[in-house]
C-alpha cells in the first residue's frame, strides 16, 4: 500500500516507515525536521526504491496538495506534531500552530484530494491521526480506565492542542464523510526517541553520573507500551478500522497516565 506518513522522522514515525517497507509498502515521509526530527532514524533505508522524503511542513497546504497530486496515497498516517509536555508549557503557541492549524490544513489537503478518487478509491482511503491518551487528562488510583468515550480533559498546552485536533478530524469525517480514524496511545519506550523524554533522559544521566530528576514525590504513575507495539496497532487499524472510528493503544488502565508534576 501507499503511506504518507507525517513526521517520519521522529522518535515513532521512523519507526512506523521502518515496518512498513520490512513489509513492502511505500512510504512518502514529509517532515519539517525540527530539534525532535533526525533523518539518521532512517539511515538504514534513505536509499530503498519504496521510500521517499519531503522536507516540509503539514501547514503548508500548496505542499502537502501537491504530494497528494504527485504521490497518490492510500492511507495517510498524520505523526506530525510538537511533543513534548514541558516545551508546551514554556511555549505553546508552537503547539498551536503544528498539532492544531497544521493538522487541520493536512485535513484540507486530504479532503481536496479524496474528493477527486474514484468511488472504490474514495471508499478505501483512510486518514489516520496519531493522539494520545493526555487528552482525556489524568486518572486517580481509584477510577476507572480511559475508554473510547471519557470526556476530554486536556491538563496541559500539549494535550490541549492534540484534543483541538482531534476535534477538527471527527468535524472533517462528520461534516465531509472524509474517512478519518483516531487513536489514543499511552507513552511510548524504545529507541531513537529523543533525549528530552523521560527514560532516555534517565538512561544518558545515568550513564553519565548525573543526578536522576524525580518529578513531585516519585509516586505518580504513567502507562507504558513500546514503540513497536504501538506502530503494529496503527497498522492494524488503518487496514482494517470503518471511517470515523477512534482507538485507544495501550493499557490506559486503571493506574495509567498518572501526570507527573
Ligand atoms: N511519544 C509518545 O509517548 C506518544 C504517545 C502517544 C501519542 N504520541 C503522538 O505520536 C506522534 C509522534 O510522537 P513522537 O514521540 O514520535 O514525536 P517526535 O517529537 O519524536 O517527532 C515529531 C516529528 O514531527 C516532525 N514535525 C514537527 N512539526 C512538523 C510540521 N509542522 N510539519 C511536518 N513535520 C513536523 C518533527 O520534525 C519530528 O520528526 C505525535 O503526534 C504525538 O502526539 C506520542
Same mark, same amino acid.
Given at each position: 500500500?501507499?503511506?504518507? #506518513?507525517?513526521?517520519?522522522? $521522529?522518535?515513532?514515525?521512523s519507526?512506523?516507515?521502518?515496518?512498513?517497507?520490512?513489509?513492502? !509498502?511505500?512510504?512518502?515521509?514529509?517532515?519539517?525536521?525540527?530539534?525532535a526530527?533526525?533523518?539518521?532514524?532512517? %539511515?538504514?533505508?534513505? !536509499?530503498?526504491?519504496?521510500? +521517499?522524503?519531503?522536507?516540509?511542513?503539514?501547514?503548508?497546504?500548496? %505542499? =502537502?496538495?501537491?504530494?497528494?497530486?504527485?504521490?497518490?496515497?492510500?492511507?495517510?498516517?498524520?505523526?506530525?506534531?510538537?511533543?513534548?509536555?514541558?516545551?508546551?508549557?514554556?511555549?505553546?503557541?508552537?503547539?498551536?500552530?503544528?498539532?492544531?492549524?497544521?493538522?487541520?490544513?493536512?485535513?484540507?489537503?486530504?479532503?481536496?484530494?479524496?474528493?477527486?478518487?474514484?468511488?472504490? $478509491?474514495?471508499?478505501?482511503?483512510?486518514?489516520?491521526?496519531?493522539?494520545?491518551?493526555?487528552?482525556?487528562?489524568?486518572?486517580?488510583?481509584?477510577?476507572?480506565?480511559? =475508554?473510547?468515550?471519557?470526556?476530554?480533559?486536556?491538563n496541559?498546552?500539549?494535550?490541549?492542542?492534540?484534543?483541538?485536533?482531534?476535534?477538527?478530524?471527527?468535524a472533517?469525517?462528520? =461534516? +465531509?464523510?472524509?474517512?478519518?480514524?483516531? =487513536?489514543?496511545?499511552?507513552?511510548?519506550?524504545?529507541?531513537?526517541? +529523543?533525549?528530552?523524554?523521560?527514560?532516555?533522559?534517565?538512561?544518558?544521566?545515568?550513564?553519565?553520573?548525573?543526578?536522576?530528576?524525580?518529578?513531585?514525590?516519585?509516586?505518580?504513575?504513567?502507562?507504558?507500551?513500546? #514503540?513497536?507495539?504501538?506502530? %503494529?496497532?496503527?497498522?492494524?487499524?488503518?487496514r482494517?478500522?470503518?471511517?470515523?472510528?477512534?482507538?485507544?493503544?495501550?493499557?490506559?488502565?486503571?493506574?495509567?497516565?498518572?501526570?507527573?508534576?
Amino acid at each position: 500500500m501507499k503511506f504518507l #506518513v507525517t513526521g517520519g522522522a $521522529g522518535f515513532i514515525g521512523s519507526c512506523f516507515i521502518l515496518q512498513r517497507i520490512a513489509n513492502g !509498502d511505500s512510504v512518502l515521509n514529509l517532515d519539517k525536521l525540527t530539534y525532535a526530527g533526525n533523518p539518521e532514524n532512517l %539511515s538504514s533505508i534513505a !536509499d530503498h526504491p519504496n521510500y +521517499y522524503f519531503v522536507q516540509g511542513d503539514i501547514a503548508d497546504k500548496s %505542499s =502537502t496538495a501537491k504530494i497528494f497530486r504527485d504521490f497518490k496515497p492510500e492511507f495517510v498516517v498524520n505523526f506530525a506534531a510538537e511533543s513534548h509536555v514541558d516545551r508546551s508549557i514554556l511555549e505553546p503557541e508552537a503547539f498551536l500552530q503544528t498539532n492544531v492549524i497544521g493538522t487541520t490544513r493536512l485535513l484540507s489537503s486530504a479532503l481536496d484530494y479524496w474528493n477527486h478518487l474514484c468511488k472504490a $478509491g474514495k471508499d478505501s482511503f483512510r486518514f489516520l491521526h496519531v493522539s494520545t491518551d493526555e487528552v482525556f487528562g489524568s486518572l486517580g488510583k481509584k477510577d476507572p480506565s480511559f =475508554t473510547e468515550s471519557s470526556p476530554y480533559r486536556p491538563n496541559s498546552p500539549y494535550s490541549a492542542s492534540k484534543a483541538s485536533a482531534d476535534h477538527f478530524v471527527r468535524a472533517f469525517n462528520r =461534516t +465531509y464523510g472524509l474517512p478519518t480514524l483516531i =487513536t489514543h496511545c499511552s507513552n511510548n519506550y524504545g529507541p531513537r526517541q +529523543y533525549p528530552e523524554k523521560l527514560i532516555p533522559l534517565m538512561v544518558l544521566n545515568a550513564v553519565a553520573g548525573k543526578e536522576l530528576p524525580v518529578y513531585g514525590d516519585g509516586a505518580n504513575i504513567r502507562d507504558w507500551i513500546h #514503540v513497536e507495539d504501538h506502530c %503494529s496497532a496503527i497498522d492494524l487499524v488503518v487496514r482494517n478500522a470503518a471511517p470515523g472510528a477512534v482507538y485507544n493503544i495501550g493499557g490506559n488502565s486503571e493506574f495509567s497516565n498518572l501526570e507527573i508534576v
